[in-house]
């Protein structure tokens, strides 16, 4: 029933990236109760509010790829400069249903109060729509295979305003097995910790 759930949720994500109609509501189409969401596939360099993000986009896009999937699950922090503090690596774990994360940024963490490194999705102390809603995102990047840009607005207790997050996968043989993920807190449109 949670692995169905998920997989729901992931393939609306799937149709509502694909339908071009802009004025869908995308948490009103996914059916979650999540403020202020947006979702873009293939985002360029200037659909990223922050150079961090663009930083990493850049990274993720010079790696060499197989079958359009950067081959490679390391990252080199020192080509990652601005975007240092909000990086996450998020790995796939249990098919397209749970994912742990590997690294959970500082800057995240000096936020969020929480330290995610080596914890799951479903442990996030959040609501269970966001959980829902990252466990999803994650998996329906597994099959759309390409970068995801998302953000949505903070829970109440979070002094931030919104998360804007840039996913991006990464693997082996073109198999994805984790994600390079840029979450940046902001507030009145500024990063949060820069």
Known sequence: MFDASIQAAADRIV??????DPSLDAAQFL?????GLRLLLDPAEEDLPTDAHKATLRYWQALPSIEGIPNQLK??????????????????????TDFRYALYGTKIVSVSGFDMTGKTVWEIGTSSQIRLFFAATYSAAIGLRRPLFTAHDAPPSITTSRWDRLILPLGENGAIKR????????????????
């Open 15 to 20: 149709s509502y990236l694909s339908d071009k």
């Open 31 to 35: 059916k979650l109760e999540i403020g």
């Open 75 to 96: 990252v080199e922090p020192d080509r990652l400069q601005p975007a240092l503090g909000y990086l996450m690596l998020v790995d796939v774990v249990g098919g397209n």
């Open 179 to 194: 994600f390079l993920v840029c979450n940046v807190p902001m507030q009145e449109g500024m990063p949060v910790g820069s």
